[in-house]
């Protein structure tokens, strides 16, 4: 389903570690074309020496470049999706099923990119992803901030758009990858993976990306064909992507800014963009840039960054939280006992995380009913001193298991796969096995049903609608509150108004139908389930971390929770 195109040019010692971390992939539908651009190591050799994979094809040419050798890989690919990956760089051992199971839901898509992670030349890491789109997979637009959703090893492309393309210009000493990038992403859909499942190695001999000094005015040429080209085929495309316009303005003026005070950059970045382009900028910019108004312009562009951000449109090097990614997913980055990604992780595919995720609805289903037929006096939930752990649990692990979901679409989807459908199967199951008790009298049947599912009322072995119903709308209001109380002053501050407003129902003995009144409480247990997650996230993991963490927290609830008091 996925052909794997690496262009090979003198990596030889890097290219037995980048091989193995696909050889590992968990996903095995693949082939891997080779494309040898004139090396001058033994790159191949090694490669026949350590791998017998008949997956793996090596296509010799004269050098070319790296553009020239991934446009020859496409040519040569055998499937309709090419996944990218450069000679020294690491995939995730998931990287090829998160990919796979992303195209099959989006098969129409132009390019599909990943976070991933930087090793920096000093062994230091750091997370390459936008931090508004962490977990998120889905269709965003490419020019809200290139830089930051693509990255050659991180990315995939569809051959039928690629087809529509000019290729990688064979003429550009860098930003080749991108000039094709844009060019599929003005085509069609863009696909981003909120998660860092790519990792790109610096630091390593013969990188383009290392160059520094004056060696960088020789880009210049290819950064100028750069914005010439892709807005040339922004016009060609008759895309109405306004976002385009203003990336490309704020890209420019984002190079501007290191060049304007350095004559020679400047005078040739201008005189040789495309003269449609400079024509969007105004007489008063450019006024700016020729005649080296150097701090006006500055601060001419910096005026002009904050427009954009508040777009609050992805930034390059914004800071991520990382306990908002999968544990799993997390220990990619380099640890002081594994710098290697190639080795089998501990990250279980994304199949077996739907059935993990039910077993957590099965569980909090479970709790539900235990309560019920253990204390089925008990029904009063949350507004009486005889309620018992089991409802405050219920809510408290509802926001535990299924923390750190940005997409509330997603979000309130989960619930109702692992929460929702659990719940009436195993109401069905209990209302069959007590079958006699409603069935006894007929005219008691409608009475029955609406104690049992409506009033709240339950029986001994029935659970109660409210707890669905009261649960997604708990849900709901919990989002935006979870996504906005980040530091722990706004945290605190919103578990305290949530109190005073479970205290405001309970001492003006306020009545909502199917127990509504409940649901101050109810978002106090779901937000403490969310942060105490968050904080087990950053401890060392151990059970009695989990246990101490979650029972106090428990118990902070309840005595927040005026409610209980009464």
């Known amino acids: 389903m996925i052909s794997v195109v690496i262009p090979l040019y003198n990596k030889a010692h890097t290219i037995v570690n980048t091989l193995s971390t696909v050889i590992n992939q968990i996903y095995t539908d693949f082939e891997i074309v ?42 040569e690919s055998i499937y309709q999706y090419i996944a990218f990956l450069d000679a020294d760089d690491e995939w995730h051992p998931d990287y090829l099923s998160i990919m796979a199971k992303t195209i099959l839901q989006y098969p129409n898509a132009a390019l599909y990119c990943s976070g991933g992670i930087v090793h920096n030349a000093d062994g230091s890491e750091n997370y390459r992803i936008a931090k508004k789109y962490i977990n998120y997979i889905g269709v965003i637009n490419f020019f809200e901030n290139p830089f930051q ?40 859909d863009f696909i981003y993976i909120g998660l860092p499942i790519s990792k790109y190695i610096g630091g390593v001999p013969g990188q383009i990306t290392a160059a520094s000094g004056e060696k960088l005015f020789s880009f210049l040429p290819s950064i100028n064909l750069y914005y010439n080209l892709i807005y040339q085929k922004w016009k060609e495309s008759h895309n109405n992507n306004n976002i385009f316009k203003h990336y490309i303005k704020y890209d420019i003026r984002h190079r501007f800014k290191g060049y304007v005070k350095q004559e020679k950059y400047n005078d040739y970045f201008l005189r040789n963009l495309d003269t449609s382009l400079i024509k ?47 544990y799993q997913i997390s220990k990619m980055v380099k640890s002081n006992t594994d710098t290697n990604m190639s080795k089998p992780s501990t990250y279980m595919s994304t199949k077996r995380i739907i059935w993990i995720d039910i077993v957590k609805g099965c569980l909090l289903v479970f709790i539900c009913c235990s309560h019920f037929g253990a204390l089925p006096q008990s029904i009063a939930l949350l507004t009486k001193p005889t309620a018992t752990y089991w409802v405050p649990l219920f809510f408290f692990l509802s926001g535990y298991l299924f923390h750190g979901n940005n997409n509330f679409s997603e979000y309130i989807q ?51 609608l409210w707890f669905v119903i009261v649960l997604y709308i708990a849900s ?25 407003g479970a205290y405001i129902m309970s001492e003006r003995d306020i009545k909502l139908p199917l127990m509504l009144h409940v649901l101050p409480s109810a978002i106090i247990y779901i937000c403490i389930g969310q942060y105490v997650k968050a904080f087990t996230d950053m401890s060392s993991r151990k059970p009695s971390t989990y246990i101490t963490t979650a029972t106090l927290a428990l118990t902070v609830g309840l005595i927040l929770d005026f409610s209980l008091l009464i």
Not at 156 to 185: H, R, W, Y
Not at 287 to 305: D, F, G
Request: charged share 15%; net charge positive; aromatic share 12%.
């Open 34 to 75: 080779i494309v040898n651009d004139g090396s001058t190591d033994n790159g191949v050799n090694t490669i026949v020496q350590h791998f017998s994979d008949p997956r793996i094809r090596i296509i010799n040419q004269p050098n070319a470049g790296v553009s020239a050798a991934r446009n020859r890989g496409v040519q």
């Open 414 to 464: 989960k619930k109702v796969r692992t929460l929702l459908l659990p719940y009436i199967a195993f109401s069905l199951i209990f209302i069959i096995i007590d079958w006699n008790t409603y069935i006894s009298s007929v005219p008691q049947i409608k009475a029955n049903l609406y104690s049992i599912f409506v009033a709240g009322t339950g029986s001994e072995k029935a659970p109660p």
């Open 149 to 188: 959703f693509a990255h050659t090893s991180g990315t995939v492309i569809n051959k039928f758009f690629f087809k529509k393309t000019s290729g990688s210009p064979a003429n550009m000493k860098c930003l080749e990858d991108f000039a094709l990038f844009v060019q599929l992403a003005l085509l069609g």
């Open 280 to 326: 969007d900028f105004t007489a008063f910019e450019l006024y700016l840039y020729r005649h080296r108004k150097v701090k006006a312009a500055i601060l001419w562009i910096n005026l002009t960054k904050v427009i954009w951000r508040l777009h609050k449109y992805p930034i390059v090097g914004e800071k991520v939280n990382i306990h908002q990614i999968p």
């Open 476 to 500: 709901i209001f919990s989002f935006p509150i979870i996504n906005f109380a980040k530091t722990l002053k706004s945290k605190i501050i919103t578990i305290f108004l949530l109190s005073i």
